[in-house]
């Protein structure tokens, strides 16, 4: 599927582009025109605006006279307008949708990329890598078309997948159980959103092998003002036209891709040796304590004890002591005899009575006349 194939369209556009907003005015403009820059033409870009400030529509406004964009201008919600986004989904036409953050770059064959991929998939995203806050490339490594790498995406607070860069058929997602809602407390809005995915094994994933779009890590960059979050991207999409930008940004990318290797094989070996040195210790404090016990059973004192409780569990096997056991089990009242043939006085009636003897007889003849 080539660009200029795409290019044509008659019937709507082709892809939705989604990019949400909130307070990001120094560097919204320059995020949606890189989407209207984009070598796949037909396509609309919806910027919601979730409780937008005056600067971000003010910036938004400088991208509506391209045609093919709206704003959807709404009050600040609990989330990051998730729910916009599904209405946004359940009114579209276009085939395929991508999601581009506002303080993020696509490059300009982003949409061309995801559209080939989305030919043989359902979801898919670029290569996971991010720009760190020195200017290094820092890749979360994962590999969507691998079902142990979607299932490690289903545990709490592991994610790899950016909403920047992600595009999906329109198709699958309307069968998805409930689409875009907002997080509970303490989750990812995003994470949240395609573990939905992930948790259904008929959809088709893919990672991409080229890095396509440029994810400033926000994490990293909490202390910057926003014109010097403006000017790092300007500095960013100057380098990106100059010859050779193509191979350099695909060699810095694998180089961060071998450094998180490293750092994972590291990780790993360390976890690995601390679980060995978990289990020295267990051993050692096990035969610790196996020694312990061994010398307290040769103690004069244990051995004493020991001969104690087998004469209490000879004892108690004795017939008398399991019949009184049984009384005791069975919670005879106070007032009632504790043995056959006992008298027992009942208080309201001022009376006392034999009890047993008619089964004590029983016995005497049974035994020869010797009773119990």
């Known amino acids: 599927m080539s660009a200029s194939g795409l290019s044509g369209e008659e019937t709507g556009p082709l892809v939705t582009v989604i990019l949400p907003t909130h307070d990001h005015a120094s560097t919204v403009d320059l995020a949606g025109q890189s989407v209207l820059g984009q070598s796949v033409r037909s396509l609309e870009l919806v910027v919601i605006g979730d409780g937008a400030t005056p600067e971000v529509r003010a910036a938004v406004v400088l991208l509506l006279s391209d045609k093919r964009v709206r704003f959807i201008d709404r009050p600040k919600t ?7 986004r599904h209405e946004v989904l359940a ?9 581009l953050g506002d303080d993020d770059i696509m490059l300009p064959d982003h949409v061309a990329a995801t559209l080939e991929r989305l030919k043989n998939v359902d979801f898919t995203h670029p290569l996971p ?7 290094t490339l820092k890749a979360h490594v994962t590999d969507l078309a691998d079902p142990r790498c979607r299932l490690w995406h289903q545990r709490p607070a592991r994610n790899a997948v950016s909403l920047t860069g992600v595009g999906h058929r329109l198709d699958a997602y309307l069968r998805l159980p409930h689409g875009w809602q907002e997080a509970p ?3 990812s809005s995003d994470h949240y959103m395609w573990q939905q995915w992930f948790a259904n094994a008929e959809f088709r994933y893919a990672t991409g092998s080229r890095l396509t779009v440029l994810k400033f890590e926000a994490s990293v960059r909490t202390d910057m003002t926003a014109p010097q979050r403006r000017a790092e991207i300007l500095a960013w999409l100057a ?3 100059r010859p050779g930008f193509d191979a350099w940004l695909a060699d810095q990318a694998a180089d961060g891709i071998r450094r998180a290797a490293i750092d994972l094989r590291l990780a790993s070996d360390a976890q690995a040796e601390q679980l060995r040195t978990a289990e020295a210790n267990a051993i050692e404090q096990a035969a610790e304590a196996s020694a312990l016990i ?9 051995r004493t004890a020991t001969r104690m409780w087998r004469f209490r569990d000879r004892l108690v096997r004795l017939p008398p002591m399991r019949w009184f056991a049984t009384i005791s089990r069975l919670g005879i009242p106070p007032h ?9 006085v009942d208080p309201a009636a001022g009376s006392s009575q034999t009890i047993g003897g008619p089964r004590r007889r029983r016995h005497r003849q049974r035994d020869g006349g010797h009773g119990w």
């Open 185 to 187: 407390p303490g989750r």
């Open 336 to 344: 009632e005899p504790a043995w056959p043939g006992a008298r027992t």
């Open 78 to 84: 609990p989330s990051r307008a998730e729910l916009v």
């Open 91 to 99: 009114e579209a036409t276009s085939p395929y949708v991508c999601y």
């Open 239 to 241: 380098r990106s036209r």
């Open 294 to 302: 061994r010398a307290m059973q040769a103690t004069r004192t244990w």
């Open 129 to 135: 890598v991010f720009i760190d806050r020195d200017g």
